[in-house]
């Protein structure tokens, strides 16, 4: 249950950042999450995976999404 709700946060996280990444504009701008979270989330997600390859795969695919809109310069 623990790793469900650990992969589902880590998931929610980058899923509201890509939202927010998406929806900027003229009038509004909204800061990519930093990388170094990705990383933590990442990191977290899979120590609670504890070995499992599926939980681990999602961690993985998280993990790209995050990267993809994050910030370094945080």
Do not use: H, Q, W
């Not at 930093?34 to 120590?47: A, F, H, N, V």
């Not at 599926?54 to 994050?70: F, G, L, P, Q, V």
């Amino acid at each position: 249950m623990k790793k469900a709700l650990t992969i589902a946060l880590f998931g929610m996280a980058v899923a509201v950042g890509g939202v927010l990444g998406a929806t900027t504009g003229a009038e509004e701008t909204t800061a990519a999450p930093c990388c170094s979270t990705c990383e933590e989330g990442y990191t977290y997600c899979l120590e609670d995976c504890a070995g499992d390859s599926t939980c681990e795969s999602a961690c993985t695919s998280n993990y790209r999404r995050c990267s993809r809109i994050c910030s370094f310069s945080c």
